[in-house]
């Protein structure tokens, strides 16, 4: 009869597990076939919907949030101020990133300057190359226009109009004479004065095209024709407006050979562990059978989704190296389990006993391991959103073929093992024992088992790893010496870790949204090294309508602007775009007055000052209304200055949205969108850990039979969690979309981890705090490396994809699956020993062993892991397992079986 719960004894849900488990090993045990063929015809059927599969490349989607302000203000910048990139296109006025073709040109010779006349000469060869590409139509059909004409890069406009003033400097910096903004066309400057260079390193030329599919194509094209130029004299390097999409589609392709690799790896890698001298014993098939599992999963969870309408992106490729280490890990726990069951036993017994215990186990592991990718899935980053929903879909897909598929793999390996048959050949061998007189050969390649015509006739030896630990590594860990150690380097490490959590840097830099060896690399490289002298221009919109005519609603934009240009990210001297006041010059000059009435004040904006080449442009900064009788919204603009830098980036932001909240303005530049994301890691990361946190103590004090320990498990991971964020800064990990994935899996795996101990550590029957150790090191200590093991090499082939993305994807999760061995292995045994509950009384363990029914000859079951253990002899205490009963006089005396 089960148990109540109480405070000390929270485990009912566990128990009631383990008694629907028994029954349910013992019911495939049975009936083995409808499991090992229907999980496998459902999932290939689920991955029929791979037909559907689609892609989603767009980066500025992907890795912004979606409920950035950016995006907002965006849509109010677009709805007020809209522009037409065939008709009247602006490249400083764009809402969006438009579509475009940059080119940076340095020099090759010694002479770095590129303000030379052969310099000039070879970008006006550059420049006639790219005009003359007519595929799929001419530059001038697809360029984006203003007046009929297609828009010019301004340094190219100033060389147009005279290029002897390129090279004879003979112009004003950052605006020239005739009021061209040249500020990003030149970097690496050096000045003779304040408005006139002396020299310039690099100088950048910008192709604005229209968006459409063949402006796309001409792009595609130009980038083709620039990697085949040719030049003795200058080296170009380019970026265009689908550069990342290009590059996080060619890393997605780049992943699939490497997760072949991982494969391999697996298999190998579970092979060998599962192998033994004892060729019965052995599980090779099961090992190979075992990493079809996880493959399935990925199988059936990607072709699931991508039919209902969710596609894959770049980030989602991490997750089949995860979910087969995931996958491996579970089966080395079933496998485990019924290596601790009796051979003498019957198949069925022997699967009951082992889904009794492993069954639970990995239930725990997936339901962690989901919760934690759901919790992500709430993310507002839709990269992060899309790679954990597919990976939860995938752990309870794998889960599922652990339980039915892998159960059935092991119920027929079961009955293998049971007539004496070999793990390959799956012939009947001789034991050892019985093949004294056969060949060498036979006996190390053959021979095996326990069994003979049906009859036990030697017993099971202790496997090495559990017998080093339990002899040698448990017993050294709890000396108080090495206690000593063990807690004075955890508070090395969680101080290394703390100060590494102030120096971890947030966002996601475009360089590493890129390949290594991608081509775009070279422009971002020389973009950040040369031209970070002036940032991008800044709009404040003014929504509402107002009085521009009057002084006092002049002066009051006059106090906006002031407010602006007076931040230390406006440059300096200030550069201000505001039409008002080209307005009011022209009414002084044409008028000799401002002080006009409003309708003569819109009379002649509208069809005078407006209609003037010089000052059309302010066309899309003003707003009528239907009756043109006044304005109903406007914008200036503002240049800034030396940002260079995530932090820059987002505290320029930040600043300016201040002061256009204080004043009722909108504040816009197409790169805030993605500078949100900065604003967004760090709390969007927090939450996400902080309801994991929660949910994972509520799982912990359900498993784990005493709530003190629980809570012990949740410290734990906050200690993990602290040490993966620290020491990613020292690994050149930053703080973005692709660690608060890992954070998330952090929490996971370390209550894996740390909970299997503490539970382990919770049911020993030991009364010393220091031999529950022992047992619960003894139970899980190979298993738990095993499990660490098969995750890190699932995820090493990912170090070797030329992609930030990746390799920082794999240096979080090596960090997670080490910490988190690292305190399951060394420092939590250590804390359970010390601060850990005792064991029971006599008394209370008499109770307890009556509930248990623990009496001489009966064997010992752990929940967790399915270890066994024999009563060999009742007595008043018990030790660690494997001693036998001469080692005291007063114990209870057991030995592992």
């Known amino acids: 009869m089960m148990r109540s719960c109480t405070l000390e004894r929270l485990d009912c849900i566990h128990r009631l597990l383990h008694d629907l488990f028994s ?73 969006t990133y438009g579509a475009y073709l940059f080119a940076t040109i340095t020099s090759k010779s010694t002479d770095s300057s590129v ?434 005519w009057e002084r006092a609603v002049q002066k009051k934009v006059d106090r906006e602007i002031a407010d602006v240009v007076v931040s230390r990210y406006a440059s300096s001297p200030p550069i201000v775009t505001w039409w008002l006041n080209y307005y009011l010059s022209y009414l002084n000059f044409t008028r000799g007055t401002t002080d006009i009435s409003n309708t003569t004040f819109m009379k002649i904006l509208q069809s005078e000052f407006l209609s003037q080449d010089k000052y059309a442009q302010f066309m899309l900064d003003i707003r009528f209304s239907e009756d043109n009788s006044i304005v109903e919204a406007t914008r200036f603009f503002v240049q800034t200055s030396h940002i260079a830098g995530a932090t820059l980036e987002k505290d320029m932001m930040v600043e300016f949205r201040d002061i256009a909240d204080k004043h009722g303005l909108v504040p816009y530049q197409p790169l805030f969108v993605f500078y949100d994301h900065y604003l967004a890691v760090l709390s969007n990361t927090l939450q996400n850990i902080g309801i994991a946190l929660g949910v994972m103590l509520v799982i912990a004090l359900l498993i784990i039979p005493h709530p003190w320990c629980a809570v012990l498990v949740v410290l734990t991971t906050v200690s993990i969690f602290v040490g993966v964020i620290g020491l990613m800064s020292f690994w050149d990990v930053d703080l973005d979309f692709i660690t608060m994935i890992t954070l998330i899996m952090c929490i996971g795996f370390s209550v894996d981890f740390s909970a299997h101990i503490t539970y382990a550590f919770t049911v020993s029957r030991s009364k010393k705090r220091d031999d529950r150790s022992v047992d619960a090191l003894y139970q899980l200590g190979y298993p738990t490396v095993q499990g660490a093991l098969s995750t890190i090499l699932a995820v090493v082939p990912l170090s070797f994809v030329g992609s930030y993305t990746f390799r920082s994807f794999f240096k979080t999760i090596f960090l997670v699956m080490v910490l988190s061995l690292f305190h399951g292995f060394v420092v939590f045994p250590v804390v359970l020993s010390v601060v850990g509950v005792r064991g029971k009384s006599e008394a209370g363990q008499k109770q307890h062993d009556k509930e248990l029914d623990v009496t001489e000859g009966s064997v010992f079951v752990s929940y967790e892991t399915g270890s066994k253990y024999q009563i060999v002899k009742r007595m008043r205490d018990r030790r660690s397992p494997g001693v036998s009963e001469d080692d005291s006089d007063d114990f209870t005396s057991i030995v592992y079986v």
């Open 23 to 95: 029954h349910y090993g013992l019911f495939v045990s049975r009936h083995p076939l409808p499991f090992l063929v229907i999980p496998v015809l459902v999932a290939c059927l689920m991955g029929i919907g791979l037909l559907r599969l689609q892609q989603e490349t767009d980066a500025l989607y992907l890795f912004t949030p979606r409920n950035a302000r950016g995006k907002s203000d965006r849509e109010t910048v677009q709805r007020l101020f809209p522009m037409n990139d065939s008709t009247n296109f602006d490249g400083r006025r764009l809402s």
């Open 115 to 548: 303000m030379r006349a052969d310099v000039l000469n070879e970008i006006l060869r550059l420049d006639g190359l790219l005009r003359s590409i007519e595929f799929p139509m001419p530059y001038s059909q697809v360029c984006a226009m203003r007046s009929g004409q297609c828009v010019n890069d301004a340094l190219l406009e100033m060389i147009e109009q005279d290029n002897s003033r390129y090279v004879n400097k003979q112009f004003t910096f950052p605006v020239t004479e005739d009021g061209l903004f040249i500020g990003e066309s030149f970097g690496g400057l050096s000045f003779v004065s304040e408005n006139h260079i002396e020299d310039a390193l690099a100088v950048k030329i910008r192709y604005w095209l229209q968006e459409s599919s063949v402006g796309y194509e001409w792009q595609d094209e130009a980038v083709h024709q620039l990697a085949k130029f040719r030049s003795e004299i200058i080296l170009v390097e380019s970026f265009t407006s689908r550069s990342l999409d290009n590059e996080n589609s060619a890393i997605t392709s780049a992943v699939l050979p490497l997760f072949i690799l991982a494969i391999a790896v697996l298999i190998i890698f579970a092979v060998m562990s599962l192998l033994m001298l004892d060729w019965v014993q052995s599980k090779v098939m099961v090992g190979l059978l075992g990493v079809g599992c996880p493959l399935l999963a990925v199988l059936a969870s990607i072709g699931l989704l991508s039919a209902v309408g969710l596609d894959i992106n770049s980030v989602v490729g991490g997750m089949p190296f995860l979910i087969i280490g995931i996958g491996v890990d579970d089966m080395f726990i079933i496998v485990e389990a019924f290596r601790q069951t009796r051979p003498e036993d019957s198949v069925e017994k022997r699967m009951g006993e082992t889904f009794a215990d492993a069954a639970v186990s990995i239930t725990i592991t997936s339901l962690t391991d989901f919760l934690g990718f759901m919790i992500g899935a709430i993310s507002v980053f839709p990269a992060v959103f899309a790679f954990c929903i597919f990976t939860a879909v995938a752990v309870i897909f794998d889960y599922i073929l652990q339980i039915t598929f892998f159960a059935a793999c092991m119920a027929y390996d079961a009955r293998r093992e049971d007539t004496n048959r070999h793990s390959c050949t799956m012939r009947v061998v001789l034991p050892r024992s019985l093949s004294r007189d056969k060949h060498p050969s036979y006996r190390l390649f053959c021979s095996g088992g326990v069994k003979h015509d049906g009859q036990v006739i030697e017993q099971r030896k202790e496997r090495l790893a559990p017998q080093l630990i339990r002899k040698y590594y448990a017993p050294f860990l709890i000396r108080k010496p090495v206690k000593v150690l063990v807690i004075t380097l955890w508070l090395v490490y969680f101080g290394i870790s703390v100060y590494g959590c102030t120096q971890i840097e947030q966002g996601i830099k475009f360089k590493n949204l890129v390949r290594d060896d991608s081509i775009v690399q070279g422009y971002l490289m020389k973009d950040r090294q040369y031209f970070s002298l002036y940032g991008p221009e800044v709009s404040f919109t003014r929504p509402s309508p107002d009085s521009y």
